[in-house]
C-alpha cells in the first residue's frame, strides 16, 4: 500500500505537495468516494480519482538518454520538431524528461514517469551536480573563469559557485574547451554564464548527471536505470534537502 499523495504524485499529475492540496481540497476520490485526510493509503487495485478522472497508475520507470543536438526536451513540438520521447516509442509507459537540455544541446538526460521522484531531483535546494564540457569562441582570461567560480550576477539572479576546469585551447582558432559544474538548472545557464563573461558556446554537452555518465552510449542511446542507481539518486537529493534545512 502507498500513500494516495505519493500515487498521485508518480502519476505525473503535481508534486506531491500539490498532491496533498489536491486531496485537502476535496479533490480526489479513492473507489468513488471522497477523501480529504491525508495519510490515507491505497492498494494497486483501488480507483484514484482526480477532478473527476481516473489516474493511469504505471510502475514507475527510470531511463537515461544520451540525448542528441537537435532534439527539444519535451513530449511533444507543435513544430513537429523530434522530441526525447520519440526515442522511447516502443515504451507503454508514458514517460517525461526531468529537467531540459536546449535543442543545441547534447548529453545526459533522465525520464521517467515518477512525478515525486522528478520534482525531487529538480528542486533546487537538492545540489545534484551537473557537469557539461563546453567548446568556446575566444580563450577565457583566468581572471573571468574565477567570476564564474564564485558566481556571476545574470539578469535572473547570480548563480551559485561553479567549478570550472580548462580541458584544451586551440590558439589557432581561438576557441577552448572548458569543463563547468553546477548544481542548477535554469535555462540556457551554461551558454548565458559564458555569455557574461564575453565568450560564445559554439558546441555543449552535458556528461553527467551526479554519479552518472555516458559510458557505453551514442548519441540517440538509452537505457533503464538499475534500482541501485535510482536508490543513489534518491537518497543523494534527500540528504542534500537535509543539510540544507539545517543551515
Do not use: C, W
Not at 527539444?72 to 526525447?84: A, E, H, N, W
Not at 545526459?108 to 557539461?132: C, Q, R, W
Not at 568556446?136 to 576546469?165: F, Q, S
Not at 533503464?224 to 537518497?235: F, N
Amino acid at each position: 500500500m502507498e500513500r494516495l499523495q505519493k500515487v498521485i504524485a508518480r502519476a505525473g499529475i503535481a508534486s506531491r505537495r500539490k498532491a496533498e492540496e489536491l486531496i485537502t481540497s476535496g479533490k480526489v476520490k479513492v473507489n468513488g468516494e471522497i477523501v480529504t485526510e491525508l495519510g490515507v493509503k491505497v492498494t494497486p487495485s483501488d480507483r484514484v480519482e482526480v477532478d473527476e478522472i481516473q489516474i493511469e497508475r504505471e510502475s514507475p520507470v527510470y531511463y537515461l538518454l544520451y540525448k542528441p543536438r537537435g532534439v527539444i526536451s519535451s513530449v511533444s513540438d507543435d513544430k513537429g520538431r523530434k522530441v526525447v520521447t520519440d526515442f522511447f516509442t516502443a515504451l507503454k509507459e508514458r514517460i517525461y524528461p526531468i529537467g531540459r537540455l536546449d535543442y543545441d544541446t547534447s548529453g545526459l538526460l533522465l525520464l521517467t514517469n515518477d512525478g515525486e521522484f522528478a520534482n525531487l531531483l529538480m528542486h533546487p535546494s537538492n545540489e545534484i551536480e551537473k557537469v557539461y564540457v563546453a567548446k568556446i569562441k575566444g580563450i577565457p582570461l583566468k581572471e573571468n573563469l574565477k567570476k564564474l567560480e564564485k558566481g556571476i550576477r545574470l539578469e535572473d539572479g547570480k548563480t551559485a559557485p561553479a567549478k570550472i576546469k580548462v580541458l584544451s585551447v586551440e590558439r589557432k582558432k581561438q576557441t577552448a574547451i572548458v569543463e563547468l559544474t553546477i548544481h542548477e538548472g535554469r535555462n540556457r545557464q551554461v551558454r548565458r554564464m559564458f555569455a557574461a563573461i564575453g565568450h560564445d558556446v559554439l558546441k555543449l554537452k552535458r556528461e553527467r548527471y551526479g554519479f552518472l555518465t555516458l559510458a557505453g552510449l551514442r548519441p540517440g542511446d538509452a537505457r533503464e536505470l538499475t534500482p541501485h542507481e535510482v536508490k543513489q539518486l534518491r537518497a543523494a537529493a534527500l540528504d542534500k534537502k537535509k543539510n540544507q534545512q539545517k543551515k
